[in-house]
């Protein structure tokens, strides 16, 4: 995150992103050129400043902007007040230096890990210049800012995936930290329960100083080794269904890993079978922001978010009340079988990015592949855990993530493995 001059970067940054087909919904060019300027004058007078200074930061259109109406992707918040003031990790930012550059688009209100917007259009994947692939979602516009080279980071969100998906997707990296260490406030909800404020980035060191400035937390990251670490592949659901390329580039990830010294252990997690049935919060939680405006203006939604919203009007009191006493049940039994381990690895995502003409053509192949993105990455929402995709595929071929993950709180201790497992497969 050092560039020379930081106002020739984010003067190249804009010209690209003004050209950008369906990423960003508003720039800042002025303000971010502000950012730069001061950031480099402050720098020929030896200041030392954030690393995060006069470099071009994304936000996610669900974030409040002092004096903005906050969209979500969405037409129907159009005519919602402004917000008065930026959210905190907007604020946040702020305060590091970062250069703020545009609100990027988004799947209409954060629901669904494929990326798709009727009303703003969909940002293709950076990763293919042949075929427009899409590129994940709910954070869309974040990961093709990043992935193009139009920002350092990305801040979005990830309720079932929303970062990991689209860092997996796009070939870069996106960390959730636990879901308490980073506020919410001022980022229109999705689920209460399981909604996560995170970034993506080009490296796992990268995300480290973002998660710092957005958390307002500096974690403890450590140098450690790859020989000796216990790393476990659950041999439940989540090796399901891979698709070829994304199978060989996990198996190469596995021997690379496997090497250079890690303990790569195979084994059952018996309670991953139970995650499905469980992971219902997202459309009782959505649905009761969200009725009110439904009743009124559900034929301006994206009829796919509508039917996903409107699925928490037959959940009572009684069940949402027993499903978080399942789910802390589930929790404990899950951090118990994690327990020996060091982290948890898996692939991010089970398929390669996919077109987007045949998922914007067909509601069947759109939930058979919005159902498959989100398989492995909403366990760990569902666990209040932790987690961080890592690329993992040979250059030249479709993006692949590794996913390393582990239970809440465990934030230092995965990003230091992380770090470690970066090495090893960046390495020629």
């Known amino acids: 995150m050092a560039p020379s001059s930081r106002t020739a970067l984010i003067e190249r940054c804009i010209a690209q992103a003004k050209t950008a087909t369906a990423v960003f919904t508003r720039l800042y060019?002025?303000?971010?050129?502000?950012?730069?300027?001061?950031?480099?004058?402050?720098?020929?007078?030896?200041?030392?400043?954030?690393?995060?200074?006069?470099?071009?930061?994304?936000?996610?259109?669900?974030?409040?902007?002092?004096?903005e109406t906050t969209l979500a992707g969405s037409v129907v918040l159009k005519d919602r007040p402004p917000a008065g003031s930026d959210a905190p990790v907007v604020a946040r930012l702020r305060r590091a230096g970062a250069a703020i550059l545009g609100k990027t688009n988004m799947t209409e209100f954060a629901f669904s890990g494929v990326g798709l917007n009727p009303h703003y259009g969909t940002p293709a994947n950076p990763a293919d210049a042949t075929l427009a692939r899409i590129p994940g979602g709910s954070s869309s516009g974040a990961a093709v800012s990043v992935a193009a080279g139009l920002c350092v980071a990305g801040l979005g969100s990830d309720t079932g995936g929303s970062i990991r998906i689209p860092a997996a997707l796009c070939g870069i990296v996106g960390f959730k930290p636990t879901a308490r260490r980073v506020p919410s406030t001022g980022a229109i909800p999705l689920s209460t329960t399981l909604d996560t404020v995170c970034a993506m980035t080009r490296s796992v060191a990268d995300c480290i100083t973002i998660d710092g400035v957005i958390a307002d937390d500096v974690l403890a990251i450590r140098d450690i080794p790859l020989r000796g670490l216990r790393l476990m592949v659950p041999a439940t659901v989540v090796l399901d269904a891979l698709e070829p390329h994304v199978a060989?580039?996990?198996?190469?990830?596995?021997?690379?890993?496997?090497?250079?010294?890690?303990?790569?252990?195979?084994?059952?997690l018996a309670p991953l079978t139970e995650a499905a049935e469980l992971n219902r919060f997202s459309g009782a939680e959505s649905y009761t922001w969200h009725r009110d405006i439904l009743a009124e203006r559900e034929a301006d939604y994206d009829p796919r978010v509508a039917k996903r919203i409107k699925t928490g009007i037959a959940m009572s009191a009684a069940d949402y009340i027993d499903l978080h006493r399942r789910r802390r049940d589930w929790i404990e039994r899950m951090e118990q079988a994690l327990a020996p381990y060091d982290a948890l690895i898996m692939p991010t995502v089970p398929v390669v990015a996919p077109e987007i003409a045949p998922l914007a053509a067909s509601e069947e192949t759109f939930f058979r592949f919005n159902g498959l993105l989100l398989r492995n990455t909403s366990t760990i929402n569902l666990l209040d855990g932790c987690g961080i995709s890592i690329p993992c595929h040979a250059p030249g071929t479709l993006p692949v993530g590794l996913s390393v993950t582990g239970a809440a709180m465990s934030d230092a201790r995965i990003l230091s493995a992380a770090l470690a497992i970066e090495r090893v497969l960046a390495a020629p």
């Not at 402050?42 to 954030?50: F, N, P, W, Y």
């Not at 060989?248 to 059952?268: K, V």
Request: net charge negative; no cysteine.
């Open 29 to 67: 060019p002025e303000a971010a050129r502000a950012s730069a300027a001061h950031a480099d004058a402050m720098l020929a007078a030896g200041v030392h400043l954030s690393p995060l200074a006069g470099l071009p930061v994304s936000i996610k259109d669900l974030f409040d902007v002092a004096g």
């Open 248 to 268: 060989a580039s996990f198996s190469a990830a596995l021997s690379r890993l496997s090497a250079a010294g890690a303990a790569i252990i195979e084994a059952p």
